[in-house]
């Protein structure tokens, strides 16, 4: 996987985000501040615009500068908390060129754990955490059994899919959501829901 590869990857999230920016919104509106949808395709939006201009040379270079234009566009709790994750994901890339199947992994790892970091929320608070924490557990999980990338993206997708479900009946315990008690359950979690979104747009691109 070179630069190519994941500069496909974040404009294929972008316009997946983009799409269902009125579901997320939507979504939102039940639970939160009713600006997901919004919020996160303004921030990919920065992101095509600062990829097209600026051409970054390796896949940590365009991690780092996707991570920082998210923080820097995305309004509320997602901009901090996804910008942490790619600039995690960043430092775990190293200088290399291109990158191996393994190493894909532990940076998603990485990201994971910025995010656990700086939003201090668990599995099962009813977050984004709830749909990647059981992504990436899939990924280590079936790459080590020996399956190949491309099967396996498709488990760690199918996995994040899975957790962004089980937000349904869940009682938010972190974010906006969890002002509302008992009254969080019973609707999806929109930043569960963009995260499948990113699991989905690496499971298409990276694997070609």
Known sequence: MDTAAFSAWIREFARLVGQNKDYLT???SAIGDADHGANMTRGLNAVVKML?????????????RTGMTLVSTVGGASGPLYGTAFLRMAAAAGDAETLDDGTF?????????GVLARGKAQLGDKTMVDALTPAVDALDATLAAGMPFPDAMQAALRAGEEGRDATVPLVAR????????????????????????LLAAAATTLTA
């Open 26 to 28: 939507e979504l939102d």
């Open 52 to 64: 097209d201009e600026e051409k970054p040379d390796t896949p940590s270079a365009l991690l780092k």
């Open 105 to 113: 992994a532990k940076m998603l790892r990485a990201g994971l754990d």
């Open 174 to 197: 972190k974010g906006r959501a969890s002002y509302l008690g008992e009254r969080s359950a019973g609707h999806q979690d929109p930043g569960a829901t963009s995260v499948t979104m």
